[in-house]
Nanobody
């Protein structure tokens, strides 16, 4: 089992920045991929960014050039640095981890990001 705890959400004006953190505990050695999804009001959850063991990263087109994902293996934490935030970035951001051998997905409880115009 893997437990994920997010932090760092909040209210920010358009153009501002936030950094989300997701700390993993439990069977950490089984994790292959960690990332962030978001769900805006009335919309489906969507992938924002992924960090794969070995260093590969993925960013959705809508956040490229503004968001950065990084991982600190010593702290078992993945970060999402969000700059130049837009109102359309508003939503609940969920941390996600994928186990290497089983493909099982784990989710955090979510952290709300609100960007005001």
């Amino acid at each position: 089992q893997v437990q994920l705890v997010e932090s760092g959400g909040g209210l920010v004006q358009a153009g501002g920045s936030l950094r989300l953190s997701c700390a993993a505990s439990g069977s950490i050695s089984s994790i292959n991929r960690m990332g962030w999804y978001r769900q805006a009001p009335g919309k489906e959850r969507e992938l924002v960014a992924n960090h794969i063991s070995g260093g590969s990263t993925y960013l959705a087109d809508s956040v490229k050039g503004r968001f950065t994902i990084s991982r600190d293996n010593a702290k078992n934490t993945v970060y999402l640095q969000m700059n130049s935030l837009k109102p359309e970035d508003t939503g609940v951001y969920y941390c996600n981890a994928i186990a290497l051998w089983t493909g099982e997905a784990y989710w955090g409880q979510g952290t709300l990001v609100t960007v005001s115009s």
